[in-house]
């Protein structure tokens, strides 16, 4: 059984940072692209970062130099180191293993999901 779980979340003040992880038990995810996405209150889940089985990363231009994916495929662990948080950051985060090997932004490119961590960045 496929299984994600993030952890790493908190609370957080603004400018603040937090790393988030995310390990996958089951399979192994080396081959193919890990993802970030998050869901604020009252909002549909938006992609944040994805990195492909090569290291190519992408990421929402919201978080664009602030946020940084990475990945340890002898751990099958997936990380999402968030700098100069703001509280518009505020969100439950989710990681999610991909069909693919290649950069994919799209939440239904991904078959695996976490349950979610909540951050929280206060102003």
């Known amino acids: 059984q496929v299984q994600l779980v993030e952890s790493g979340g908190g609370l957080v003040q603004a400018g603040g940072s937090l790393r988030l992880s995310c390990t996958a038990s089951?399979?192994?995810?080396?081959?193919?692209?890990m993802g970030w996405f998050r869901q604020a209150p009252g909002k549909e889940r938006e992609f944040v970062a994805t990195?492909?089985?090569?290291?190519?990363?992408y990421y929402a231009d919201s978080v664009k130099g602030r946020f940084t994916i990475s990945r340890d495929n002898a751990k099958n662990t997936v990380y999402l180191q968030m700098d100069s948080l703001k509280p518009d950051a505020t969100a439950v985060y989710y990681c999610?293993?991909?069909?693919?090997?290649?950069?994919?932004?799209?939440?239904?490119?991904?078959?695996?999901w976490g349950q979610g961590t909540q951050v929280t960045v206060s102003s």
């Open positions: 990195m492909s089985w090569s290291s190519i990363t």
């Open positions: 089951g399979r192994t995810f080396s081959g193919y692209a």
């Open positions: 999610a293993a991909g069909k693919y090997a290649s950069v994919i932004r799209y939440a239904n490119e991904y078959a695996h």
